[in-house]
């Protein structure tokens, strides 16, 4: 069965650091693009950052400097990692694998939806 699991939401304080994750039930992981995006209440889910099979990585400019999306193919794992929190942070993050986008378009509208998604974590950053 295809899945991705996020792990390591919670609530911090602006101005602290957590580091999620997402382990990947996909037989060929590598050959993903895998991404994160966001969903805060009452507002549309969101494009946060991406990563290519060859590790090129993407961001929306509200992240950029703070977090750093990385892979480790021989766990099957996608991480991103949340520096400088900010309350504006606070969402949903979702976990997603696509072998048809790439890294820079994986955020950009589509006709269809992206191959897999996970279940989802809460971050919350209180100010």
């Known amino acids: 069965q295809v899945q991705l699991v996020e792990s390591g939401g919670g609530l911090v304080q602006t101005g602290d650091s957590l580091r999620l994750s997402c382990a990947a039930s996909l037989r060929t992981f590598s050959g993903y693009t895998m991404g994160w995006f966001r969903q805060a209440p009452g507002k549309e889910r969101e494009f946060v950052a991406s990563?290519?099979?060859?590790?090129?990585?993407y961001y929306t400019d509200s992240v950029k400097g703070r977090f750093t999306i990385s892979r480790d193919n021989a766990k099957n794992t996608v991480y991103l990692q949340m520096n400088s929190l900010k309350p504006e942070d606070t969402a949903v993050y979702y976990c997603t694998a696509d072998r048809f986008t790439t890294e820079r378009t994986m955020g950009a509208p589509r006709g269809r939806s992206l191959e897999v998604w996970g279940q989802g974590t809460l971050v919350t950053v209180s100010s």
């Open positions: 990563i290519s099979m060859t590790r090129a990585t």
